[in-house]
């Protein structure tokens, strides 16, 4: 287990963290204790405070607890956009000594159900927009109670912001057994019981992606929670003025806590986008001074592209951070030359609460994942023998810190076969495929099954598309394995093209470029141009969706 990344340690930066032995819902209590009047989240240019959003989440715990029953350790499933009601509900969850489950808004119906056997959860917190998804299970009693949540309650002030469609809408009359409207579980006005949970208690329960298998909820503790939320302030050296713009949704880890839990431990402002639109964000950095910005690399290249990207005043950002997929190296050198920024890129899943990995803002390199962050150790191991091996050899990425998860909720399988233990640790499996470098930088070649076998010739599609991010006439880029009767597999690429550029550029065009930009047997022997690439709701492009869509091609 090396500690060659220690070389290239941030100066400033302390090598292990202190936690708060306290839950995190007492981050919020002690913001609102110090920064009663400052806005702790701008949605729309609609304001809401420290103090109140502490006593709106405090109101709501009380009904959580009063009305529906809520206990100790239960779950609560949260089912809702980034939106103000999503901060207060998720708080008032961990107010009650609850356990937040947040899912996709994008699930239907037998999706929330399956969520919801899973978790055991009796409770949940639903935008109305989403109440045509939820009315059936509270109808056959999947669920007890439902809470119904309004997002223009909180939009009081006019804008002249262009509103997502699902803030547009009035506060909807949705009635039955066992629902109440948001408003009226605030206007009870109920107080909760004293807060009991400490560190080690329950805190949050996300989802998997599902894209390896059936969704798993990951069982994150306040500690786990907190030291990620905790370790990202400290190693940006983060100060309450700093002014975040939230756009990540926060159902997934990476929004979750760059874009809000970090905020209020820090008593920061968070202005919220709650649907990416590209104007509205260029528009949001200026107007309100953001400083920070936690987002994936297709918000950048959709951000630059936009006509207007010249007349967008990006001069207040000061560090733009992410992870999910490597950043480009022809977009990060386009981001440098445009707003003079290095993206700073890091690494984490969901059973990591977000990063075990960052890149020193100080020496970051391209399309490199980072270096270990506190308190954690990482390794690069053989996925059969899990034996470590040296620098510069691909192999399985593993992690050990306080950030990973305890395990997969009432899947005990699955949590064993996801760890090892070695010299006195536990490792999680992340079934990524990396390397790391003699300075313990380390990087992502792939998922441990997504390799194209040419010949027996190995091509990592995330190397191919980073390469072709390169070509002037390319927005996007996916690649994956097309059947071949001499090669077994070739590479194909799904592209699509530059709105100036398309039905100019062809596939034999790039082909030709592509051979002088990589090895032969990278270079794609297909193109196929598409409008529009699959993405999760956390912006990730769906490569598993369109190597399905080849494979059922190739069947016909």
Known sequence: MSQRHFGVWPLDVPRGLILPETSVWVNLEISARRYPNKAAF???????????????????????QQRCGVAKGDRVLLFAQNSLNFVIAYYATLRADAVVVPINPMNLTQEVRGYLKDCGAATAIVAQELWPQMAPLVADGTIAHAIVAAYADYLEKPTDLKLADAFKLPRQAIAGPNVTLWSDAMSANLSPSEHTVGPDDLACMPYTSGTTGEPKGCMHTHRSVMHTLVGGCEWFRTVPEIVYLGVLP??????????????????????????????????????????????????????????????????????????????PEAVATKLKETCGITFIEGYGLTETMAPTHINPPDRPKKQCLGIPIFDTVSMVVDPV??????????????????????????????????????????????????????????????????????????????????????????QEACVIAAKDARRGETVKAVVVPKADRRGQVTGEQIIAWARGKMAAYKVPTAVEFVESLPKSATGKIQWRMLQEKENARLQL
């Open 42 to 64: 701008i949605c729309y240019d609609n304001a809401l405070t420290f103090a109140r959003l502490k006593a709106q989440a405090e109101a709501l715990a009380g009904f959580l």
């Open 385 to 474: 023998t899990l034996e470590e091996l040296p620098p510069g050899e691909v192999g399985e990425i593993v992690s050990s810190g306080p950030q990973v998860f305890l395990g997969y909720w009432n899947k005990p399988k699955a949590t064993t076969d996801a760890f090892f233990e070695r010299d006195g640790r536990k490792f999680f499996r992340t079934g990524d495929l990396g390397r790391v470098d003699e300075e313990g930088y380390f990087f992502i070649v792939d998922r441990l099954k997504r390799m194209i076998n040419a010949a027996g010739m190995k091509v990592w599609p995330a190397e191919v598309e980073a390469l072709l991010y390169g070509h002037p006439d390319i």
């Open 250 to 327: 926060y159902f997934h880890v990476t929004g979750m806590q760059n874009s809000m839990n970090t905020p209020i431990y820090m008593g920061s402002t968070v202005v919220m986008l709650p649907r990416w639109d590209r104007e509205v964000a260029g528009q949001l950095i200026g107007r309100h001074k953001v400083t920070a910005w936690t987002l994936i690399p297709t918000m950048v290249v959709d951000l630059l592209a936009s006509p207007n990207a010249a007349s967008f005043d990006l001069s207040s950002v000061q560090r733009m951070t992410g992870g999910g997929a490597a950043m």
